[in-house]
């Protein structure tokens, strides 16, 4: 079966221009969160979404944002892009239900690298 | 809020060495803690699960235990190989709300043949 697949793997963009991250889960899997990871650090929690619905989210600002669709498929939006938003950005789905927190364990993608110039 | 620290942050060991890497938290209301290993320029694999009520799980020749009133968990490895050099990283997530994870920062294994 598939993992997590995230696209595209890598993205160069300038200061002050918008991006859109893509993510599938793994089949089965309603929960999807997204990560950011800055070389050196762990990774910090963007948002969560379990079936449409926005579920949690970290302390990002307002130009980040992202959906979830029918499928469980996600996107990670990210306007007026900041050298600062240079990171790895990791997309995890579980098989979490309808409570949407449980203890299946998160499973993630190879993730997109994201260049700010 | 929530607190986690990864000691050491490097460690190099020979082959066949069996090794620990430790793990804590400041929070001790947690739901559960995971185990996870990155290899350079990759997303993460999860390990080991463990469950607040639970005190360790084993995979192979890893296991993870948990002492969640004094804040702490170890990942155990046996009989390390080269090919189990990678950053390894744990995370904790709490009651409640998302699945939000609280990572640490990772320690960087090098298994040298």
């Known amino acids: 079966d598939a993992g997590v697949t995230q696209s595209p793997t890598h993205l160069i963009k300038t200061r002050g221009q918008q991006v859109t991250l893509r993510c599938s889960p793994i089949s089965g899997h309603k929960s999807v969160s997204w990560y950011q990871q800055v070389l050196g650090q762990g990774p910090q929690f963007i948002f969560q979404y379990y079936e449409k619905e926005e579920r949690g989210r970290g302390n990002f600002p307002d130009r980040f944002s992202a959906r979830q669709f029918p499928n469980y498929s996600s996107e990670l939006n990210v306007n007026a892009l900041l050298l600062g938003d240079s990171a790895l950005y990791l997309c995890a789905s579980s098989a979490t239900g309808p409570g949407g927190h449980s203890n299946q364990p998160q499973h993630f993608g190879d993730g997109t690298r994201l260049s700010i110039l | 809020k929530q607190e986690v620290t990864q000691i050491p942050a490097a460690l190099s060991v020979p082959e066949g060495e069996n090794l620990v890497l430790n793990c804590s938290f400041t929070d001790s209301a947690i739901y559960n803690l995971q185990w996870f290993r990155q290899d350079p320029g990759k997303g993460l694999t999860s390990l080991l699960l463990?469950?607040?009520?639970?005190r360790e799980q084993t995979s192979g020749r890893l296991n993870a235990s948990l002492d969640k009133s004094s804040g702490r968990s170890t990942l155990y490895i046996a009989a390390s190989q080269p090919g189990d050099s990678a950053t390894y990283l744990c995370a904790v997530s709490r009651p409640g709300g998302s699945e939000k994870l609280v990572f640490g920062k990772g320690t960087k294994l090098t298994v040298n043949p």
């Open positions: 463990i469950q607040s009520s639970q």
